[in-house]
């Protein structure tokens, strides 16, 4: 069932001199299955958003309903919606606490009362959703490099077994391959059901993998839809100072300087694909391109 | 939640109590707490509590943000009120129990939560309405005399900067890490007072290795720009005495004079 927000409002520290908006007539529907990307300017309200997803802010005004749960109304259901929404913030690295990185994992299944052999089961297999190796789940969280650090405590939050999963900037910091690692795992957890909403600066990021974008201005909704129509729009995505992915950039540029190519493509492969085309049809002559083809080199 | 400790708590105006010489508020503020321990009958009281008015009219401090400071010790002044009214020996009024309720008694609480009340809500506006930076340079200043006895004045005052400064990020880092736990179930408001000590675990270590971490970091980057203390620094903000601090002072002198007379 989807996750719907109806003219959300949200205010911080209502009724202070610090009294800040942070939300403003925010609508929208997320259905089952979906992979949202969610971008938008420093203080637009992202992160607010996604923190309604499980209830850990109730929304000023206006309603959010997952499922049939209603945030912030049905105070008794709050465990439960935890469990259907993993919510995973900005560097998660920051959470952890156990002395070991089991223990760590664990804690999230502990605290909704599973027995301990279904706790040791969903360890594992968190384990193995964010490729960590087995062996380091007896050693110390604070051993672990950086990009380790960050998968052990994202396997904390899969160790709930949600159906819905938010990440806040999964990506920040870290290097090229553990950008791609860690892109990778998202498409494999997508893949295998579950609602991915992912908040992110890299717009890169975002046209490789979300099936829809939800760009955020100012606290409301500023544009929503697939994410091939929202990265053509290239003039108002430079309005909100945001930028379309760096290989349609390219694309304008070649289109620019005269060369027959389509302006919107969003991953590497496509790129490569529209150009692959173009030359090919320069060689024979006569071909029409048609930038539609999305397969891999 | 956290967000109510009023105390240490600054906010940005033009007024004129903003503006003027740190050393002026905190002097003002120290005289203000002495006379308050010293003074005795009840007009000296209004006047003290007109002061407190004045100030936080001329400073255009929102009521709510001075009663908001009360709510923490709001215990400790129903403990004194109490404790006050049933300990004093005197003249029994009411009995409870096995305790008398004096005249002397109530007399005595009443004074001693006015005291509390004007002692709060004068020390908070200080910090209401004093850059902690403002503050903490006027704390060295007056610190400096003592410095021949040993006093480490630069280093308290830096000490003191770096804390407060650190305070408002400590506070949005702990509401962080407790939103991350409560994502993977936490739960800090209920069961036994053991679970909750407990509970607190998840987010005090998380607490003190990002405290620790961002020391290191100040300390490196401190280093960086040849921070070497206090000896020989010159200031980008000299602090200077204008013609409303004396006005402030002669103020305070006279009316601190009419407290203790009255």
């Known amino acids: ?297 | 939640m956290l967000k109510s400790i009023t105390i240490g708590q600054y906010i940005p105006g033009e007024s004129i109590i903003h503006r003027l010489d740190p050393r002026t508020k905190i002097l003002g503020t120290l005289g203000y707490v002495v006379i308050l321990f010293v003074l005795r009958g009840p007009a000296g009281y209004a006047v003290m509590a007109g002061i407190t008015a004045a100030v936080a009219l001329l400073g255009r401090i929102p009521v709510r943000m001075l009663l908001r400071g009360l709510r923490p010790v709001l215990i400790i002044i129903l403990f004194t009120i109490v404790l006050n009214m049933v300990m004093t020996p005197g003249e029994t009024v009411y009995q409870l129990g096995p305790l008398d309720v004096t005249d002397e008694g109530i007399v005595q609480a009443a004074t001693m939560s006015i005291r509390v009340i004007l002692l709060i809500m004068t020390t908070s506006m200080l910090t209401l309405t004093t850059a902690p930076i403002d503050l903490t340079d006027g704390i060295e200043y007056l610190l400096g005399p003592f410095r021949r006895l040993g006093v480490p004045a630069h280093e308290l005052a830096m000490m003191m900067t770096i804390a407060l400064r650190f305070i408002p990020t400590l506070v949005d880092e702990l509401e962080r890490i407790m939103k991350a736990q409560m994502a993977r179930g936490a739960d800090f408001d209920t069961g036994s007072f053991l679970d909750r000590a407990k509970s607190m675990i998840p987010l005090l270590v998380p607490l003190f290795i990002s405290a620790f971490r961002r020391a290191d970091d100040l300390a490196l980057a401190m280093e960086a720009r040849c921070y070497r203390g206090g000896e020989g620094r010159t200031r980008y903000k000299v602090l200077k005495v204008s013609t409303p601090d004396f006005w402030a002072g002669a103020f305070l002198v006279c009316t601190f004079g009419a407290a203790l007379w009255v």
Request: hydrophobic fraction near 40%; proline fraction near 4%; aromatic fraction near 4%.
């Open chain 1, 1 to 297: 069932m989807p996750i719907v927000f109806e003219d959300v409002d949200y205010v911080y520290d209502p009724e202070t001199p610090w009294q800040t908006t942070a939300l403003r007539d925010v609508s929208l529907r997320i259905e089952d299955g979906e992979f949202v990307g969610i971008v938008g300017p420093t203080g637009s309200g992202k992160s607010t958003l996604v923190q309604h997803l499980n209830g850990i802010l109730k929304p000023t005004c206006g309603r959010v309903r997952v499922d049939d749960i209603e945030v912030g109304a049905d105070r008794g259901r709050m465990k439960e919606l935890r469990q259907k929404v993993g919510l995973v913030f900005q560097y998660p690295e920051h959470q952890l606490f156990e002395e070991t990185v089991r223990d760590d994992i664990a804690f999230g299944p502990k605290n909704i009362g599973l027995s301990e052999d279904e706790v040791q089961r969903r360890v594992r297999w968190a384990c193995r959703a964010v490729d960590l190796d087995e062996q380091i789940l007896d050693r110390s969280p604070f051993e672990l490099s950086g990009g380790q650090m960050r998968r052990a405590a994202i396997a904390g939050v899969l160790a709930m077994k949600c159906r819905v999963l938010v990440m806040d900037e999964p990506t920040a910091g870290l290097d090229p391959r553990g950008r791609a690692n860690m892109l990778d795992q998202m498409r494999r957890l997508h893949s295998g059901g579950m609602t991915i909403i992912m908040v992110s600066h890299g717009i890169d990021d975002i046209a490789q993998i979300a099936d829809r974008v939800i760009v955020m201005n100012e606290g409301s909704i500023g544009m929503q839809g697939t994410t091939r129509e929202i990265f053509r729009r290239y003039e108002d995505l430079q309005a909100l100072s945001l930028q379309v992915p760096r290989t349609a950039q390219i694309m304008r540029r070649l289109r620019e300087a005269g060369i027959p190519v389509p302006v919107d493509v969003l991953t590497i492969n496509e790129a490569a694909d529209a150009l692959a085309e173009v030359l090919r049809g320069k060689n024979c002559g006569a071909e029409e391109h048609n930038h539609r083809s999305v397969h891999s080199r």
